[in-house]
């Protein structure tokens, strides 16, 4: 699982005004850091605790968690979803990385098989090479054993719509190539059914 940290604001200064709040939020590791304002002099004294099982629920915190979260579940089954629905169980020892970090710098074992899913639903057309943006894959978590609707929903959110088109090589090439050149942005392709009549 990713780590994220509950972060508690005991003080903070309003801009242009003398008045000070306190409060407390849920931050990713990559929003973990120091606040300051334009200055650059410390606008906040922080105290910030990775969330484990040993950290107790905030009851009230928890009470609007819980109804956001059970109001969320109950859209996914008015589309007709059923969320808790098994449709996959994995080995102990292997993982789906979906992190953010791991998906938008690399091929995971989880982008493979997104990219494979989409070859397998456009077959009728007889697909052989699958690509999509990393920026699809949105759980950034790494998945493990029991795979549920809702940890699906959580990987792909998005409804993006799924194309089977015929492009000459050179075309393709020219997509494969500007892709791995765009920084940030890792394309990921998978190949079925082909055969390289060159090395590279």
Sequence with gaps: MVSYY???????????????????CVIAPSALHRLRNSEHRELATVRAAKITSELSDEPKTNEVVNYWFNLGMKAFEDEGYKPNKIVSCFPS?????????SVRSSQTLLSKYCCDCMIDST??????????????????D?????????????ILPYRNNLFALSVPG????KVLI???????????????????????
Excluded at 10 to 17: D, F, H, M, V, W
Excluded at 191 to 200: D, S
């Design 6 to 24: 509950f972060l508690e604001i005991r003080k903070i200064q309003i801009l242009n005004s003398t008045t000070t709040i306190s409060f407390s």
């Design 93 to 101: 020892n292997i993982e789906l990385d979906g992190r953010s970090s």
């Design 123 to 140: 077959s009728s057309s007889g697909t052989t090479v699958g690509l999509f943006d990393n920026g699809s894959i949105r759980i950034d």
């Design 142 to 154: 790494i998945l493990r054993g029991t795979i549920t609707q809702y940890d699906v929903l959580r």
């Design 170 to 173: 050179e075309i393709l090439a």
């Design 178 to 200: 500007n892709g791995a050149l765009l920084k940030g942005l890792f394309l990921i392709v998978k190949l079925k059914h082909v055969i390289k009549e060159k090395p590279g």
